[in-house]
């Protein structure tokens, strides 16, 4: 039920990367507010209103609204990379209807679309409202119904795991040639000094939220700057914090550790500059061994 084109709700604008999925409550709690109802919406009396979103799910079905590959006016940060980078999901929280299976449908839809994209660890690709602006959103989420955000992720991952025939069911072994997958923020920096002889990064992305022990940095040596779309790619430039990174280098495992309930993609350990370092195997894609 794609809303029209060239209106407010729909300019056509081509999202410039992908960054992950924004979720959202439609916190309309109005009876019937289902989303054929919210579809309605931007065809009707909101298709000159800039507010719009990729999907709205409600209990019994998905409904795409605007193209994936299009910008959705959702997460209420002008042209930031919430708004530019990202596909949104309205869950319905209507009163007539039922929170959990929608939630539990958001759920597998943002499965399908991160499985689409290649991703393997949903933390890293799952944002709320909030993230982008402070808004109280999703509300529901938020309160625990049906279930917290840290629920909701685990669930997404839950169904990511269990994929086949995707890079989810890749088996890192020692001797595993590996390369990075995707682009990524720098989250924290370390300068260069006698363990680290070009500094070291600290990236959320790569080691399950925080890099908590001393073999979770990256070292610097293999890491290029790029923009956040991966390109413009400089091997020797400087590092900043908040800079985004991305690596074409070949990797081969040292070691591995296996999935845990807390580690569910498993660790590999890596070498550069001299240094090991661990990683989530999330990011990390498997090449033949040449
Ligand atoms: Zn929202």
């Given at each position: 039920m794609l809303?029209?084109?060239g209106?407010k709700?729909?300019p056509?604008?081509?999202r410039?990367?992908f960054?992950g999925?924004?979720?959202?409550n439609?916190?309309n709690w109005?009876k ?5 109802a ?21 209990q019994?079905?998905?409904v795409?609204?605007?193209?994936e ?12 990379d919430g ?18 299976k ?10 399908q ?8 660890n949903?933390?890293?690709?799952l944002f ?14 938020r309160?625990?119904k ?10 997404v991952?839950a169904k990511?795991?269990g994929?086949?025939g995707?890079?989810?069911?890749q ?9 990075f ?7 924290e920096?370390i ?6 002889p ?5 990236c ?9 022990g ?6 610097s040596g ?5 923009n956040?779309d ?20 070949e990797?081969t495992v040292?070691a ?7 580690l ?12 090991r370092?661990?990683c ?9 061994n040449s």
């Amino acid at each position: 039920m794609l809303a029209p084109l060239g209106y407010k709700c729909r300019p056509g604008i081509s999202r410039t990367g992908f960054r992950g999925i924004t979720i959202h409550n439609t916190s309309n709690w109005n009876k019937g507010a289902n989303a054929i109802a919210h579809a309605n919406l931007l065809r009707g009396s909101w298709k000159n209103v800039t507010t719009s979103w990729n999907y709205v799910v409600d209990q019994d079905r998905a409904v795409r609204c605007v193209p994936e590959n299009e910008v959705a006016w959702c997460q209420g940060d002008g042209n930031g990379d919430g708004n530019m980078k990202t596909i949104s999901i309205e869950i319905c929280d209507n009163s007539d209807g039922d929170i959990r299976k929608a939630t539990d449908n958001a759920v597998e839809l943002a499965a399908q679309i991160l499985r689409r994209y290649g991703v393997t660890n949903a933390s890293g690709y799952l944002f709320q409202h909030n993230h982008w602006t402070g808004k109280d959103c999703p509300y529901d989420i938020r309160r625990g119904k049906p279930y917290d955000w840290n629920t909701f992720v685990s669930k997404v991952q839950a169904k990511l795991n269990g994929t086949s025939g995707s890079a989810g069911d890749q088996i890192l072994t020692v001797g595993s040639k590996v390369k990075f997958n995707g682009v990524f923020k720098i989250n924290e920096l370390i300068l260069p000094n006698s363990k680290y002889p070009n500094g070291a990064i600290g990236c959320y992305d790569t080691c399950y939220g925080s890099p908590c022990g001393v073999d979770d940095y990256i070292p610097s040596g293999p890491i290029a700057k790029c923009n956040s779309d991966g390109s413009n790619a400089n091997y020797n430039a400087i590092l900043n914090k908040g800079d985004y990174w991305k690596c074409d280098k070949e990797f081969t495992v040292k070691a591995v550790e296996l999935p845990t309930k807390y580690l569910p993609n498993g660790v590999a350990i890596l070498e550069a500059d001299g240094v090991r370092f661990r990683c989530d195997c999330g990011p990390l894609y498997e090449v033949a061994n040449s």
